[in-house]
């Protein structure tokens, strides 16, 4: 399940976890027309946030990709909830390390 945040910089704050992407865009309609009279603040952000609530746009790729398979097996168990269980952390780093000694086994065959 997708989780989004609205980040407003003016004001310095950041409206609480929503589902859909309809309700990010209205989460920001409502702010900017209550607060600013319908202006746009400079820098406002809005995007898609891992379990843990960090943004996925200011994670280094890495640590991204762990965060989205990590989020897909947390939300096996529970898809309301935030932060991740030990076992999908633990199960998203075994995945990253699976792989790349797949793609070094390859590439080690290949040379």
Same mark, same amino acid.
């Given at each position: 399940?997708?989780?989004y945040?609205?980040?407003?910089?003016?004001?310095r704050t950041t &409206? !609480?976890? /929503?589902?859909?992407?309809?309700?990010? @865009?209205?989460?920001?309609?409502?702010?900017?027309?209550?607060?600013?009279? +319908?202006?746009?603040p400079d820098?406002?952000?809005?995007?898609?946030?891992?379990r843990r609530?960090?943004?996925?746009?200011?994670? &280094? !790729?890495? /640590?991204?990709?762990?965060?989205?398979? @990590?989020?897909?097996l947390?939300?096996?168990?529970?898809t309301k909830?935030? +932060?991740?269980y030990?076992?999908?952390?633990?199960?998203?780093a075994l995945?990253l390390?699976?792989a790349a000694a797949l793609i070094?086994?390859v590439?080690s065959?290949?040379l």
């Amino acid at each position: 399940m997708r989780r989004y945040r609205y980040r407003c910089t003016v004001c310095r704050t950041t &409206s !609480p976890v /929503v589902h859909q992407i309809h309700d990010l @865009a209205a989460e920001g309609e409502a702010h900017r027309l209550a607060l600013h009279g +319908g202006h746009i603040p400079d820098d406002e952000a809005a995007g898609q946030v891992d379990r843990r609530g960090r943004w996925y746009a200011a994670l &280094s !790729p890495l /640590v991204a990709i762990h965060a989205h398979i @990590a989020d897909g097996l947390s939300d096996l168990h529970d898809t309301k909830t935030m +932060g991740h269980y030990w076992w999908a952390s633990s199960g998203a780093a075994l995945i990253l390390a699976s792989a790349a000694a797949l793609i070094l086994t390859v590439v080690s065959a290949a040379l």
